[in-house]
């Protein structure tokens, strides 16, 4: 029984015409951030006081969205959802067997999850990522990044033009927060 809405499957209401955006290709790139740039960010991040600190996933979803959603030029009152892909595994009680990649969704980062590691029998993989679809657009991917797995690699699809501007506003660090 469900006690609660799941409000990640609402069709939110567009007031941002961006009707043409959607007629646009689906662009989907990667953005990988070391860790001194997790450092940075989230110096910057907790800069003007409202936080003591946060961690590298919080910076980077605070980054994510205010960049993403300057690039697709939304009305300020335009509702939104970003969805982001997790690893609860160990959040079930019973837990969940170590090596389960079935459906188990909460929400925390798939940092930890070694999807560049695991082999389904056919070797290891070289590229894991988003597959598209039609709701790709709201989904974005933290995936631990580099043979030390301390950087972190954010997958990102937007329209084509939406993904020009998103991709100059990630890589301009004056930009960044807060």
Not at 116 to 136: I, K, N, Q
Request: hydrophobic fraction near 40%; charged fraction near 25%; proline fraction near 6%.
């Amino acid at each position: 029984m469900i006690n609660f809405p799941h409000h990640e499957f609402d069709k939110i209401e567009e007031i941002s015409n961006t009707i043409n955006l959607e007629k646009e290709d689906l662009i989907h790139k990667s953005f990988i951030f070391d860790p001194e740039q997790l450092k940075q960010l989230k110096v910057k991040t907790i800069e003007n006081g409202d936080l003591a600190k946060c961690s590298s996933f919080e910076a980077l979803v605070a980054l994510t969205w205010k960049m993403r959603t300057r690039a697709l030029s939304l009305h300020p009152n335009q509702r939104m959802k970003l969805l982001f892909p997790v690893d609860g595994r160990s959040r079930f009680d019973p837990p969940i067997p170590h090596g389960y990649f079935g459906n188990c969704v909460v929400f925390i980062s798939w940092c930890k999850l070694a999807f560049d590691t695991t082999d389904f029998g056919w070797g290891v993989p070289h590229v894991s990522g988003l597959a598209s679809s039609a709701e790709s657009k709201e989904i974005i991917m933290f995936l631990a990044h580099g043979s030390d797995r301390k950087s972190i690699n954010v997958l990102v699809g937007l329209p084509a033009s939406a993904m020009k501007i998103f991709e100059e506003l990630m890589t301009d660090v004056e930009l960044w927060l807060p």
